[in-house]
């Protein structure tokens, strides 16, 4: 999982910066994999910037209304300064009572795409796209479905890489200092690994993360041969994703009271206190499964999306793919590993805790590979990023470099991105059906 050439990476840093006029925080950490970020500024650029449904400070307030969901104060900032740049009414930044009603519609489901995007339905696609004069086109929708999903999903990364305004140009090695939830390191950027005392300081000594990675390592080359022997029954395969599931709902990241938003965000946010952890509270007592092969990216969501908004779908099928299959056959200090179950085990643990269920895959694996500090830092990144907290990052994986960590939460956030978009695009085919 190691680092791409340094000459790609400052030639693309370079060219986002004459593109931009601007080099922040997430592209610097997200350029320690040089082929995935030129596959993420692909896409955002097209998203915010390229011919598309919507008009440019609508993309740039939409951004703004995703990001508060999590309270995501860096992305809202950064999207405040393109929204008045990009011709936006400044009055609009006063609060969701003083933008247009169309907008405004977009409330309901930013909210459920962010914290429970099982409970979309073709009614709520159809409220949105009624005749009447603050209605929105398929091909609209569709675009601000995309934007809400990636900047739900983009939040999950600023949080869970510990990413943090960028300040007065502080540059060591030529690299600006990344804060990392207010412990600045450079290191996310230069990836060396973790400093000894931060492993030794957490009661654990080397030795013990690395049995830990022994262990691990030992525990995926089992499953690969133990792949060639007989397969568990689809009932049995089944029975262990409900396991997984419920499990899943019952990781928990710390016990949190109802945060304080800043009124910064809160000016952006209707029904804050509407979030994943309590959705047994309107008497949904479990997650609905979502069967994946009955609607996939593959056959159904991409053809849908790039139909209605050319091109975005190969651009987010790109992205998809490269993170799904990114790869540099290393594990910490080890060379020559295969990670496939690993990576897999992390994007389907992800859209386990969405209710999304693939039918040929054993989610018995989960359970070996990822181990309980793992699954508190995935949730929490995915469900409630706001909450991440370094000791979160540092506990799992202690002998690992930064570079990975970071690829970890690129896989999370596609995972989650994928997820979101697979049940609004869902209810947007049954609209349409």
């Known amino acids: 999982m190691q680092a791409n050439g340094l000459d790609e990476r400052t030639n693309l840093l370079v060219e986002e910066y004459s593109t931009s006029g601007r080099l922040d925080n997430i592209t610097q950490v997200m350029s320690i994999h040089t082929q995935y970020l030129e596959s993420f500024l692909r896409s955002q650029f097209y998203m915010l910037r390229m011919d598309g449904p919507l008009p440019l400070p609508y993309r740039h307030y939409i951004a703004i209304m995703a990001a508060a969901r999590h309270q995501c104060s860096y992305l809202i900032n950064m999207h405040v300064d393109e929204f008045l740049k990009t011709g936006g009414i400044a009055e609009w930044l006063n609060g969701l009572e003083y933008i247009p009603q169309r907008l405004k519609n977009l409330n309901e489901i930013n909210k459920l795409l962010a914290h429970r995007p099982w409970l979309i339905t073709k009614e709520h696609i159809q409220k949105l796209v009624k005749t009447g004069e603050n209605n929105w086109s398929l091909p609209e929708l569709v675009h601000a479905v995309v934007l809400l999903a990636h900047y739900h999903a983009l939040a999950s990364f600023v949080f869970g890489s510990g990413i943090n305004p960028e300040r007065d140009p502080d540059t060591s090695n030529g690299v ?128 849908l999306v790039n139909r209605l908004y050319s091109d975005i779908g190969h651009l987010l099928d790109e992205k ?78 202690r002998q690992f470099k930064h570079s990975e960590k970071v690829h970890v939460n690129l896989l999370l956030m596609e995972a989650r991105m994928q997820a979101e978009l697979l049940y609004a695009l869902r209810a947007i085919t049954r609209h349409l059906t």
């Not at 000016?267 to 008497?283: H, I, L, N, S």
């Open 320 to 397: 998809f793919r490269m993170v799904y299959n990114l790869t540099y056959n290393t594990m910490a200090t080890h060379e020559d590993v295969d990670t496939t179950t690993l990576r897999r085990a992390l994007f389907n643990y992800v859209h386990c805790m969405y209710g999304i269920r693939y039918d040929d895959y054993d989610y018995g694996e989960v359970n070996q590979l990822l181990e309980r500090s793992l699954k508190v830092y995935i949730k929490t990144v995915t469900c409630y990023p706001e909450r991440t907290t370094k000791r979160m990052y540092d506990s799992y994986w």
């Open 176 to 303: 600006r200092l990344i804060a990392v939830n207010n412990f600045c390191v450079c290191d996310l950027a230069n990836d060396n690994n973790i400093e000894n005392a931060s492993l030794t300081s957490s009661n654990f000594g080397i030795a013990d993360s690395l049995s830990e990675l022994e262990a691990l390592m030992e525990r995926m080359k089992r499953l690969q041969e133990d792949k060639e022997d007989e397969e568990a029954s689809q009932e049995e395969m089944a029975t262990r994703f409900e396991k997984e599931k419920k499990e899943s709902l019952l990781v928990i990241s710390g016990a949190f009271d109802d945060e304080i938003v800043s009124t910064d965000v809160s000016r952006y946010v209707e029904d804050p206190g509407f979030g994943y952890k309590d959705f047994a509270r309107r008497g949904e007592d479990h997650l609905p499964t979502f069967r994946a092969q009955d609607y996939t990216w593959e056959n159904h969501g991409f053809s």
